[in-house]
């Protein structure tokens, strides 16, 4: 099967790669390696021209005001944007747009006006709440518990690894209903920063520079107004979104090893050892052929997922999958590109160092690699 991208679909991805190259990534320059929010006067630069460029949130359908590119064209875009240290590696301040939650657009409509508008126009940021100290990746192992109390819902529980929770106006919440087991009893709730009984316990050091936090609830009060979908279909909301999810966030790891083999590549056109450049020598030459097939072949995975679940398919084997193979293969990409350059690829004079460091939370991010060997397992077993 070919993939054929539309004309339209590469003027917008040569538009971002312009973009990228111009705008963001000479920033690397004046800014430390372990940045994490871009700093005014640049981050309102580069969003008010993502925004008169008409590349602000464009995962965000046509009719909430978006442009509504589907889930294909994100992966081909979101591959350039990966090219920059800052757009697809955990920054807080994103330049294209948040990532705004799917479930938001099935929100009701006093939910779309205090949460989902306000996320696209770039007001209010949100964070997932899901993973907790002994429930990550199986949500039937959920421990926070929400109890009614007439209109209202009492929230009590703890939140770990949240990804941007010190820094979201609202947290989707996802916790059990007493008395239930398993999956079913998961319900979702949009809970807001500064609701009394609700905080950041702490920041989670990591090995980058972006913190993850630790969120407690103790006796929260969140009004029935704030669940986000029925009662009870929590987890079907997080499965919707995080199948997609999976497969967006495999493209993220293309574009970071796309530069990467390019600066491998260029150095050892460069670099002179004993008489001979790096790029004459067949050690070096098979560690570039084996990062542009892994590319390649990790570059195909995604597309083949994202079509087909444009297609309406069910792609929960190849979300896995993509993921699975494109976040271990931009670890050993980086890797070798960090080898080629020797001393330099260590330092952090270059941005290798820090994308080591970002491409092993990947294996972890979204689902650790063996769940999702779990779930590729249970489909080809299945009868």
């Known amino acids: 099967m070919a993939f054929e991208i539309p004309e339209e679909l590469k003027m917008l991805r040569d538009t971002v790669r312009r973009f990228v190259y111009s705008e963001v990534i ?30 602000w949130c464009l995962d965000v359908p046509e009719e909430f005001g978006g442009p509504g590119i589907g889930l294909f064209g994100q992966v081909i875009v979101g591959e350039e944007m990966g090219h920059c240290l800052w757009v697809l590696t955990g920054t807080s301040t994103p330049i294209f747009g948040g990532d705004i939650p799917a479930a938001l657009y099935e929100s009701t409509e006093d939910q779309k006006e205090h949460y989902l508008y306000p996320s696209i126009r770039g007001e209010k940021k949100s964070a997932f709440g899901q993973t907790e100290p002994g429930a990550g990746a199986d949500p039937s192992m959920l421990a926070t518990t929400a109890v009614r109390d007439g209109d209202n819902w009492i929230l009590n529980g703890t939140k770990i690894f949240i990804t941007g929770g010190d820094k979201a106006d609202f947290v989707m919440i996802f916790a059990r209903i007493p008395g239930t087991t398993g999956r079913n009893g998961v319900t979702c709730f949009l809970v807001d920063k500064g609701t009394p009984g609700f905080k950041v316990a702490r920041l989670v050091e990591v090995i980058r520079p972006l913190y993850p936090s630790e969120l407690v609830l103790e006796d929260c009060v969140v009004p029935d107004a704030n669940r986000l979908g029925e009662v009870g279909r929590g987890f079907m909301l997080a499965q919707d979104f995080l199948t997609h999810g999976r497969i967006t966030y495999a493209a993220r790891p293309l574009g970071m090893a796309s530069r ?30 084996d990062s542009e097939i892994e590319l390649r072949a ?17 792609v929960r084997s190849e979300a ?5 193979y494109s976040t271990e293969m931009v670890g050993r990409v980086v890797d070798r590109a960090i080898q080629i350059h020797g001393g330099l690829g260590v330092s952090k004079d270059l941005i290798l160092e820090r994308w080591y460091r ?14 999702h060997r779990f779930i590729i397992a249970r489909n080809l077993l299945r009868d």
């Open 260 to 289: 990467s083999l390019k600066m491998a590549i260029d150095y050892s056109k460069q670099r002179t050892t004993f008489g001979r450049l790096l790029a004459e020598r067949q050690a070096v030459q098979w560690m570039l052929v």
């Open 358 to 371: 970002e491409a092993r939370v990947m294996r972890i991010g979204e689902g650790p690699s063996e769940i």
């Open 298 to 314: 990790a570059r195909w995975l995604t597309w083949d997922a994202a079509f087909k679940a444009e297609r309406g398919e069910d």
């Open 26 to 55: 000479p920033l690397e320059k004046e800014l430390p390696v372990d940045t994490v929010e871009i700093p005014e006067p640049h981050i309102g630069r580069l969003q008010g021209m993502a925004k008169e460029m008409g590349l």
């Open 320 to 324: 896995s999958i993509a993921k699975v």
